[in-house]
């Protein structure tokens, strides 16, 4: 019979091949009944939940694993970036768009813009995977924009030199810190433990660790 | 340095897969486990273990086996782990009966419930979770004729169970 030999991944047509029915199945009726009775209900939290995302019935398990990519970034971060940085030219088209980017989009730049609405922020940043869990300074400029085929959070956050421009990067992985230093701008396109990197620039004497070390910590990708 | 960090977009991959089949996979634990709390954690384990080997899933299309295998082997760790003693079927199928309005439903539950493991999972994996009886078979490690004879031993079990409902029009 067909079922013997059929390969199909197609259920229906595993299940109504053979006019036998060798599995039982070739009542429609009880079948439909059946595969009601086996649609338990789901739990409304599973429904929802992902492993990454919830700590569901494993609180401090999940905790743990919080608490080990919080370490692990604040290693890159304390480990310096001299030693692993990348050179430019290895990662130059990732640097050159950030700054053609960021040049294309210059209110960003300007000093002086009114504040951001925190609730626009975290709107912006779950749109772009992102998530705010700390103090990230005064947001004068944010968008989600397309970037590599990736919708991206582009802000600009007050420095002391003016505005710092930061892309937050999830699907851009870099080997190392990338120094970026063009059309004007310095900064860091930084590799995070967790994948993905944050892209930071502003004008030179600007104290770019501090931002840089303050939305490490403030930042987390929605897992 | 990096070569165990993984993107995002990987996570947003396994995110999307598991929301795609979570339902799917915790109903399979159910029905293997028989236990809600065991299943919801059978499933959380499940997906964490899923999770750090993620790198090993080269084709999304093979993901709901590849999930669905993960689940049952942290199924079976569950229970050489805690060493679990029997399930209280008649409390799990009282539970179940709350939730279902339909009294065939409720029969089919709980008659389910009770099927030996050999009857009740390949009838799960075909009916809930759609896989042919070949592939049941690879999974279970059977013959495709060992799966065709469960399934059809396991829905004449039913169907008694169905005909003994009164006024019930469903069975044959």
């Known amino acids: ?54 700590p569901a019935r494993h609180p401090l398990r999940w905790l743990a694993f919080a608490a080990t990519v919080l370490v692990a970034a604040g290693i890159w971060m304390s480990a310096g970036q001299p030693p692993g940085m990348v050179p430019v030219e290895a990662t130059a088209g990732l640097s ?9 989009e210059p209110q960003a730049l300007q000093a002086g813009n009114a504040s951001v609405n925190p609730a626009d922020v975290d709107r912006v940043f779950e749109q772009a995977g992102a998530r705010r869990t700390g ?36 699907d851009e992985m870099v080997s190392g810190p990338v120094v970026v230093r063009e059309e004007g701008f310095e900064g860091t396109i930084l590799p995070l433990p967790i ?22 910590e403030a930042i987390q990708w929605r897992l | 340095m990096t070569a165990n960090v993984t993107t995002l977009g990987e996570r947003r991959r396994y995110d999307d897969l598991v929301a795609h089949y979570r339902n799917d996979l915790y109903r399979y634990a159910f029905w293997l486990s028989r236990d809600p709390d065991v299943a ?29 295998t993960i689940v049952r082997r942290e199924n079976a760790r569950y229970f050489e782990r805690q060493r679990a003693g029997s399930v209280d079927l008649d409390q799990v199928a009282g539970e179940l009966a709350v939730s279902g309005d339909d ?25 809930l979770m759609g896989f042919s009886t070949q592939e049941i078979a690879d999974i279970l490690e059977l013959t495709q004729g060992a799966v065709l004879t469960r399934l059809h031993r396991a829905r004449g079990k039913l169907k008694v169970l169905l005909a003994d409902v009164p006024g019930d029009g469903t069975q044959q």
């Open chain 1, 96 to 104: 050159s768009e950030f700054i053609s980017h960021v040049l294309h």
């Open chain 1, 195 to 216: 994948g993905g990197s944050m892209a930071v620039a502003g004008r030179p004497g600007e104290d770019l660790e501090l931002i840089q070390a303050r939305l490490v």
């Open chain 1, 135 to 170: 103090e990230i300074g005064t947001v004068t400029y944010l968008k989600l924009c397309p970037f590599r085929g990736h919708d991206v959070a582009h802000f600009a956050v007050e420095g002391i030199a003016g505005p710092v421009v930061v892309m937050l990067l999830p």
């Open chain 2, 103 to 127: 009294p065939d439903i409720a029969v089919l539950r709980e008659g389910i419930l009770r099927l030996e493991t050999d009857y009740r999972e390949p009838l799960v994996l075909q009916v």
């Open chain 1, 1 to 54: 019979m067909n079922e013997h030999t059929d390969n199909s991944h197609d259920k229906a047509q595993d299940r109504t091949a053979a006019p036998a029915h060798s599995d039982g199945s070739g009542d429609p009726a009880f079948e439909a009944l059946l595969e009601r009775a086996l649609k338990i209900p789901v739990p409304e939290r599973r429904a929802e939940a992902t492993p990454a995302s919830s």
């Open chain 2, 40 to 68: 919801e954690d059978v499933v959380q384990e499940a997906m964490l273990r899923a999770w750090k080997k993620f790198s090993d899933l080269r084709e999304t299309s093979q993901a709901k086996p590849w999930l669905l």
